[in-house]
């Protein structure tokens, strides 16, 4: 694998909210090695964290059903 640090669309974790999105990131020989910040509007923001929302509740709630635990404790 080449280290040419190309931006591609990749699962990253996005820590302003809080779990891993398809986002463009800079990836090379060792991984994400930038986050591409994307200028979005308003109104993109908004659906982007009730999606980014959506997917870190059915998370927390499966990871609830299947172990018995608090997924937002554990990470704590």
Known sequence: MSDAHTEL??????KDY???LFYPA????????EQVQLKLTDEEKEKLAKSANY??????????KVTGEDAAKSEA
């Open 55 to 64: 997917i870190k509740t059915r998370f927390e709630d499966t990871y609830a």
């Open 9 to 14: 669309p990749v699962s990253n974790y996005r």
């Open 26 to 33: 800079v990836v090379g020989r060792q991984g994400v090695v």
């Open 18 to 20: 809080g779990v891993y």
